[in-house]
């Protein structure tokens, strides 16, 4: 019996969609380059093709060896690091003249000398040998921890002309991320080498810390990235709904005001609040799925994905790419299959060989890093 020519069709449309599912699902290389690690928060890429990983909990300075997986802790003051909740050993940033200069940045909880507490960004300088971490001193202090370590942001990132952006939480207080003259909820840009307040932020020429202030009404800032353009962009923590991924611009307010008390039925942009609150580029709606670190894929090998934000997603457990048109706006996401598997996914960097290092978020001593290249 001779098949009927929309049978032929429909058969042969079905073999086209299997084939190109087959080579999406083929478009990536997956690599794991290092096992073991424990709520690992951030990685970054020293001159010398070395990795640094923070690792939160265990408030460890890791190097890894890319090549063969091989690990050792840097001598580092981990004591002095306030670990609780979602605070601990944070964001991490690499010096631009690390070369020369032999500097990094991080973000973490800290313990003072009277037995105190905050959060804070300290540079550090490494030996030589990549054994040791110097404290060079703290750039920036007073960043607000709350008393469960929740919403500690906490995401670094130096920005093309070389100035450092902190990335805040709001420590779940109502009243801070309205409040420019607090550093929580907050967008920093300061000078990496002095930590003084980058002289273009919008109050700059004020009293106290509303000089650091570059942009505020934040939720929790877990993402920060630039794109080729120039542009600045932050994932942030909603709710129980809306995430977000906004478009940073100096002195905006983008909204978040779960006071009085802190109530988290309050959107994550409140248009009622008195002056311009500023919409998020993409949100996720109902149920969130928990973006964290972020940045932008270069090089046309990517294909589609080449431009694209690839955000890590902790309770969606996927590494999401999203296309932004010229003007900023949204035009898809997607999160390939090939992608997912290896649970919550904590950081998202750019490597300088085009790939993406990615950490995982699970926790138990089961996390691994994983380097992505297209295929």
């Not at 083929?26 to 290092?34: H, K, L, T, Y």
């Not at 509303?210 to 942009?215: D, E, G, H, S």
């Not at 998202?348 to 994983?370: E, I, M, Q, Y």
Request: glycine content about 12%; hydrophobic content about 40%; charged content about 25%.
């Amino acid at each position: 019996m001779r098949a009927r020519p929309a049978v032929l069709l429909v058969l042969a449309l079905v073999a086209t969609l299997l084939a190109a599912t087959q080579a999406r699902a083929a478009a990536f290389r997956v690599e794991v380059v290092a096992t073991g690690l424990d709520h690992p928060w951030e990685v970054a890429v020293l001159p010398s093709g070395d990795l640094l990983v923070t690792q939160r909990d265990r408030s460890r300075l890791t190097l890894v060896d890319p090549g063969s997986g091989a690990k050792r802790d840097l001598a580092f003051p981990s004591a002095q690091v306030w670990n609780r909740g979602e605070t601990g050993l944070l964001g991490l940033a690499v010096d631009p003249a690390f070369a020369t200069n032999r500097r990094i940045y991080t973000c973490s909880g800290w313990r003072a000398d009277d037995g105190s507490h905050d959060i804070r960004v300290n540079a550090w300088t490494l030996d030589a040998a990549l054994t040791t971490a110097t404290l060079a001193g703290p750039l920036v202090t007073g960043l607000p921890p709350s008393r469960t370590g929740q919403h500690g942001g906490c995401r670094l990132l130096v920005a093309a002309d070389g100035s450092l952006l902190v990335g805040t939480g709001d420590a779940k207080r109502s009243r801070l991320p309205q409040r420019r003259g607090s550093l929580g909820g907050k967008v920093l840009r300061l000078d990496r080498l002095t930590g003084a307040p980058d002289p273009r932020n919008p109050w700059a020429d004020r009293s106290g810390k509303r000089r650091y202030v570059l942009t505020f009404g934040h939720r929790n800032v877990q993402g920060l990235a630039q794109r080729t353009d120039g542009t600045l962009w932050s994932v942030e923590h909603g709710t129980d709904r809306d995430d977000e991924i906004n478009l940073l611009h100096p002195g905006r307010n983008y909204g978040w005001n779960p006071g009085p008390g802190y109530d988290e039925s309050r959107p994550m942009t409140d248009h009622r609040l008195p002056g311009r609150q500023y919409t998020a580029r993409w949100r996720s709606g109902f149920p969130t799925i928990a973006p964290s670190g972020a940045a932008f894929v270069t090089g046309p090998a990517w294909g589609r994905f080449d431009g694209c934000l690839a955000v890590a997603v902790l309770k969606g457990r996927r590494l999401m790419f999203v296309r932004l048109d010229d003007r900023g706006r949204v035009r898809w996401t997607r999160a390939p299959r090939a992608l997912r598997g290896h649970g919550r996914l904590r950081d998202v960097t750019a490597a300088p060989d085009g790939s993406l290092l990615v950490t995982t978020d699970n926790g138990g001593g089961r996390d691994v890093v994983v380097r992505v290249r297209p295929a």
